[in-house]
Structure formats: structure tokens, C-alpha cells
């Protein structure tokens, strides 16, 4: 029986290096990328670092980071590091909208930012802004520095392409690099969505 119980628990520590190896190489090169973005922006870029301080619970705990979420935080850190390239310009149509590659038009609402709808925000769900900022273009989290209507950190505004701070531009501006960080990093990119 000790035989049996040594030879399962023999083969089980087999079974688990390979995940270990795995977590620890996610370690590593989220550690290494996180490196690279404080060196490069600053340390509040990145934000919290899941790797040593663990994913913040809503009650205020932390827990170690899952295999999923380093994944997902090593492909952030990426992104900071190398932003996808602007999609192509959408050509303008004769009504004066301008057609995207979807072929549905889109229009220019009252605050210059382009709108298929009645919302300000365009087609990016409301999970983007209305928990962060509540609406207001000029909103600025004091613990985060993240500002504007999509609570953007500046970091990420500067990768993305945006200029000055994210709460004193444009809310076509705001909206439009909101854009690029949703077609990159999609809804992981808010912790609310």
C-alpha cells in the first residue's frame, strides 16, 4: 500500500513540473517585459505587477495570478511595449461620412468624435466608460493617474499614440485611441468589461 501511495505521489510530481516550468516561464517574461515598460514610461505604467503582488480581489484581498491572467498580463505588457499599427484611413463617402472597412458608414457626431449611434463613445460598449469616468471627458483617478471619459493611463495613451494627457484632449481623440486599445487588448483592457 506505501508502495502504491509513493509511486502515485512519484508520477503526480512528474505530472506537475511541466505546468511549474510553464507558470515559471510566464513569470519570467512577464517579469522582463514589465522591466522594459517601467524603464520606458515609468513605474506606474504597467500598473499593479499580478506577478508579485498578486490579483486584487473586490473585497479588497489579493490571490496568487491563475496561468490565464499572467498570459494575459505578459500580452499587455507587449502591447505597451509594440502597439499594433493604426488601421488604414477610411475613405470618405458622397454624403460626407466616411465608410469603414466593414462597408457601414459612420457619422461625424457634434463633438467630432465618429459615432454610429446616439452615444459619444461610438460603438465601444459602455463598460468603458461609464464605470471609470461616469461620463466626464476630464476625469482624472488620483491613485492611477488614468484620465479622461475611458480613464486611460498615460502610459497607455502615449503608446497608443495620443498626445499631451488623455483628460485634456479632444473627446475625438479620446475616443479614437479608446478604439485602437479595444481593437488590441479588446475588453481585457478595462477591468470593468
Not at 516550468?21 to 517601467?38: C, F, G, I, K, P
Not at 520606458?40 to 484581498?61: C, H, M, Q, S, Y
Not at 499614440?161 to 481623440?173: D, H, I, R, V, Y
Request: hydrophobic share 35%; net charge positive; with cysteine.
Amino acid at each position: 500500500m506505501i508502495r502504491r501511495l509513493m509511486l502515485f505521489a512519484s508520477a503526480a510530481g512528474a505530472l506537475a513540473v511541466p505546468g511549474a516550468a510553464y507558470a515559471d516561464s510566464l513569470t519570467r517574461q512577464a517579469n522582463h517585459l514589465r522591466a522594459e515598460v517601467v524603464a520606458e514610461f515609468g513605474k506606474r505604467a504597467p500598473g499593479r505587477n499580478i506577478v508579485r503582488w498578486g490579483v486584487l480581489k473586490r473585497d479588497g484581498t489579493t490571490r496568487p495570478a491563475n496561468h490565464a491572467e499572467l498570459s494575459t498580463y505578459r500580452d499587455i505588457l507587449a502591447r505597451i511595449l509594440h502597439p499594433p499599427a493604426p488601421a488604414p484611413a477610411s475613405e470618405p463617402t458622397s454624403s460626407g461620412s466616411s465608410a469603414s472597412a466593414s462597408g457601414a458608414a459612420t457619422v461625424q457626431n457634434g463633438s467630432g468624435a465618429s459615432s454610429s449611434g446616439a452615444s459619444s463613445s461610438g460603438d465601444l460598449p459602455a463598460c468603458t466608460w461609464q464605470p471609470e469616468s461616469g461620463g466626464n471627458w476630464s476625469a482624472v483617478n488620483s491613485s492611477s493617474g488614468a484620465g479622461g471619459y475611458y480613464q486611460i493611463t498615460p502610459s497607455t495613451w502615449a503608446a497608443y499614440g495620443g498626445t499631451g494627457s488623455p483628460q485634456s484632449a479632444s473627446p475625438a481623440e479620446q475616443t479614437a485611441i479608446a478604439h485602437k486599445i479595444w481593437s488590441s487588448q479588446g475588453r481585457s483592457a478595462w477591468n470593468n468589461c
